[in-house]
């Protein structure tokens, strides 16, 4: 059974970093994308980045050049590094399996983690 568990969110100032994992179980990890996701309260849940399993990456526009997406497939592990922070990006983080083993696009799975709540005040 897949298994996601994120770690790494925290309280932030404005301007300041943070660096999300995502550790998975069940799966041949290097064999998917995988991908990050967030939601703010009363708002849909949103994409943020993905990484394919030849690491091609794809951001979402609100976070390009501030947020890197990354994978340890030694570690089975997912990684958000996540840089000049604002309090738009107030959310609960959550990481997600790619749909299909080896797919040079990114199409979201059904295996979610419990995520991670990231709050950045201004």
């Known amino acids: 059974q897949v298994h996601l568990v994120e770690s790494g969110g925290g309280l932030v100032q404005a301007g300041g970093s943070l660096r999300l994992s995502c550790a998975a179980s069940?799966?041949?990890?290097?064999?998917?994308?995988m991908g990050w996701f967030r939601q703010a309260p009363g708002k849909e849940r949103e994409f943020v980045a993905a990484?394919?399993?030849?690491?091609?990456?794809t951001y979402a526009d609100s976070v390009k050049g501030r947020f890197t997406i990354s994978r340890d497939n030694a570690k089975n592990t997912v990684y958000l590094q996540m840089n000049s922070l604002k309090p738009e990006d107030t959310a609960a983080y959550y990481c997600?399996?790619?749909?299909?083993?080896?797919?040079?696009?990114?199409?979201?799975?059904?295996?979610w983690g419990q995520g991670t709540q990231v709050t950045v005040s201004s």
């Open positions: 997600n399996v790619g749909r299909g083993m080896f797919s040079s696009t990114w199409v979201p799975g059904d295996y």
């Open positions: 990484i394919t399993w030849t690491s091609i990456t």
């Open positions: 069940g799966l041949t990890f290097g064999r998917y994308a």
